[in-house]
């Protein structure tokens, strides 16, 4: 193993003839001077104690980080140019934002004004999108999340103009650099499904009131520009390649030469002999684990005894070969191995395998073959042979996902590899010359070519490929499917080509930085948008599985930082949240007052999802649209229960604008302040929701969803709730237009009106019972257009009932009917909300005077929704029972394994109200904790009581 310096050769590598180059106001005689005075800059940066010191420093000699790097545009470190190239970008603005466009000869880059005014507004993003995984950009290279560029595209356009600046700090393979660019490029927006005029206008297809397709302005086409940033070096290596524009022709000629030095010195490893003499290159050898029989210590070939290849299948049990005892994978052991390592320089054990078969071509035919001698030496040669050149001796951390290739002898990098992959992938390395788009073929193989690659047993007509590596893992399976470096590079080859094709035409509107998103040296409110897909809690972790890519970079993640759930570094759901409340509290801070920030995120953890509204809250954001994304169908569909995510979230918060701030210190112990919020946040709601044709509801418009916003708005400001549920009603109902249970600004509803007009009535959304919050919902949603009896409810109800939360305490439904509506008893009047259905749906009682004997006695004991007016009565008798079985809570000295949720929430409330932390501590202690996480009401008043009480 040979340790050289990736520029030796530099001096001999072919280069592209280029012209001067400008850039941040500087003008050099070529790329490579450019590349070259940076570089030194960057050098005398990383000498600088306090720049290590930056948050997520990646870890990584300065030379490494130098060779990796391309600045100013890519630092595989904190990129210390980002406040440069905003400066440099908002002068540029008004030149990108004029009438007169421009464009590069592939009319990819044009740049147009949004419209004659600086005002900027937004509805959030809330129309349906399906963009599937199949297009080239996105499957060039695998990685642990993406969200495909085009869906990311919607967004960007939907919320910013030509020249705008967004930002993604978990950015992976820079999906959101590729989007930004991509809106300059006519073609590829057309293929969205919108139009475009000649000015560079972007429309949008609409139903008009009369129910006719119309075809509507909203965007520009241009470029917007984006900073991009991970606290993986794998992820903002792969980013940068994937946003930097490269001439195909040259990553053509250069990959095939690479190729071609390698074949030439290693080719021979990859060879077979057909049964008639001929060579063949192989595709892949199946490797299997061997095993010891319990019974009389034989080994045995998984491979040989269990794999049956007639029936496409794998049996569970199978015989020992010598003494026939049966045999599963359970009970038998591992056969073991030591041999000198020659990275490690020492004898290592690890557990046994054998090669037993051959895949191979010989032109365009495939063939399979058992190994014969002529292959056994060959693999003997393979074994034996020196590697001279450079591969990674990393030792695998300790971690949650590693303790499975280190349980079987795998505890350091190149353990993952055979012989023969890691003499090529150590070639490839050493022949780019450099680590940059030439690096990023053989950069897409480090997994693919390694034992983590599975073999899957399948029929002998089966045309699929099969096979592939266990998602989220470090997993060796027991049947390894030994790719050939040389065949996986050349499909690298083709899928990378394919980016770069895309992406020759881009003009380095983007910018790429590593470090930790909680930490950035830029200005306040610089930002006009910001995307971010980020962590999933437990889900992955990034790190651990990013291993293997940063050995080979010689850069490696700063886990300290790192925005996950993991045992290992002693990481559960609230370091998990705290992190991620830092990484929102500094993209609150950057992004401009009035501007949006989407958040794609993918958990089926309630507890998680509640961490990230509260981070998002904490930092400031208002959340004004929460949608599940489909993959599998594209469409979203409005999320109502917290409890239940099973899809990808699509989160739509807002940063309010300076003036709504200013407003709000003034008015925040009055009641106006309350309706400042509300006539403020509506303007930020999507007015309408369709689902194709279907009119949906907007549950963000819901008054008791509104009421939550506001308290969430007031304890995060430290200020007491100057108004109760039942005013917060009645004052709602006052000031603003009520439409299907919403609530809307008056030149809001006109839009409404029209659109219900042509689309029909909004649908309701399907909710599900699982507590008493829910079962009240539901009832409402049941009742108030139909007023029913206790005997109409309860078969429904009762059928609603299979998924009660284990901890909830389950309510009689007469006690949640008494406590939360009301029953009109034959006694005065009928109550309008009864009347109202009755006179709708039976034609004999139109008409009738609300006292007629008739429609009395067809009322009587329905129960209704009462109006806000005549509610306050039942409301304070409801929180006086809650308060009564909270003070119970307070006394009880053992853990609360089965409670009333409505009963705490109302306790906590209250004790907010009277600034008794202590009260809301003490009581959350005594309640599980996953409840505690899965709440988003009672997580806020928690969080916020530990932080007033560390403040006090």
Known sequence: MKETSLFDSLLEEPQKPSGPVTCLGMTFENDEARRAHFTEELRKKLQDPEFRKIEGFPIGSDEDILNLSDPPYYTACPNPWIADFIAEWEKEKPRMNTNKHESNENNSCEFVSISGSNSYHREPFATDVSEGKNDPIYNAHSYHTKVPHKAIMRYILHYTQPGDIVFDGFCGTGMTGVAA???????????????VKPDGTILQEEIDEDGKKTWKPFSKIGVRRVILNDLSTAATFISYNYNNPIDPSLFKTETNRILKEVEKKYGWMYETSHKDGRKGKI????????????????????????????????????????????????????????????????????????????????????????????????????????????????????GDKTGEPTRIGITHSHHFYTASSLAWLSAFREKCLRLDYRYLVPFSMINTIS?????????PDYKGQGGGILTGTLYVPSLIRGLSASSSYKRGQSRLGRIFEANSRFKKDFIVSTSSSSGFRAADECLDYVFIDPPFGSNLNYSELSFLWESWLGVKTNVAPEAIENRSQGKGGAEYREIMTKCFCEAYRLLKPGRWMTVEFSNTKASVWNSIQTALT??????????????????????????????????????????????????????????????????????????????????????????????????????PVPISSQEFQIG???????????YFLPDQVAEYDRKKMTSGAPQQLSLFVSDEASAIQWLRQLIKEKPQTFSDINPQFMQQLGGWSKNEAQLDLRELLNQNFLCYDGKGDVPEQIHAYL?????????????????????????????????????????????????????????????????????????????????????????PNKVLEEDPKLLMWYDQAVTRMGGE
């Open 181 to 195: 660019q991509m809106c300059g490029n006519r073609e590829v927006v057309m293929s969205l499904g919108y139009q």
């Open 283 to 398: 595709n892949y050898v199946v490797w299997s684990d061997v095993f010891r029989c319990p019974e009389c210590t034989n080994e045995v070939v998984f491979w040989d005894v269990a794999v049956d290849r007639e029936n496409g299948k794998i049996r569970d049990e199978f015989p020992c070969p010598k003494c026939k005892a049966l045999l599963t994978k359970r009970n038998v052991e591992r056969a073991w191995e030591t041999k000198f390592d020659p990275g490690t320089k020492s004898s290592v054990r690890h557990i046994k395998q054998a090669p037993v078969l051959i895949n191979y071509s010989i032109g365009t035919s495939r063939f399979e073959k058992v190994l014969d001698d002529d292959d056994f030496k060959n693999i003997e040669k393979v074994n034996s042979t020196n590697i001279p050149e450079w591969y990674p001796v990393e030792e695998l951390p300790k």
């Open 451 to 459: 034992k983590l690659y599975r073999y899957n047993v399948k029929k």
């Open 618 to 719: 904490e930092a400031g954001f208002i959340v004004a649209n929460v949608s599940a994304l489909d993959k599998k169908q594209g469409s979203f569909n409005a999320v109502t229960n917290t409890t239940s995510v099973k899809q990808d979230l699509v989160i739509s918060a807002y940063k309010p604008n300076d003036g709504f701030e200013e407003r709000f210190q003034k008015e925040a112990q009055t009641e106006e302040g309350v309706w400042d919020f509300v006539r403020t946040h509506l303007k930020y709601l999507p007015v309408t929701k369709q689902q194709g044709v279907l009119l949906l509801m907007v549950p963000e418009r819901d008054p008791r969803i509104l009421f939550d916003q506001m308290i969430a708005f007031y304890v995060r400001k430290g200020y």
């Open 732 to 742: 709602l109902a006052q000031r603003f237009i009520e439409r299907d249970g919403m």
């Open 839 to 927: 006179s709708t749906n039976w034609k004999e009682l139109r008409n009738l005077p609300k006292d007629a004997p008739a429609l009395v006695t067809k009322a009587r004991d329905r129960w209704y929704v009462p109006d806000p007016n005549k509610a306050g009565d039942l409301e304070k008798l409801r929180e006086k029972a809650l308060l009564k079985e909270f003070e119970e809570y307070k006394e009880v000295k053992k853990k609360l394994k089965v409670f009333r949720l409505e009963a705490v929430r109302a306790g906590f409330k209250k004790a907010w109200q009277e600034r008794d932390y202590a009260v809301i501590i003490a009581v959350a202690d005594k309640i």
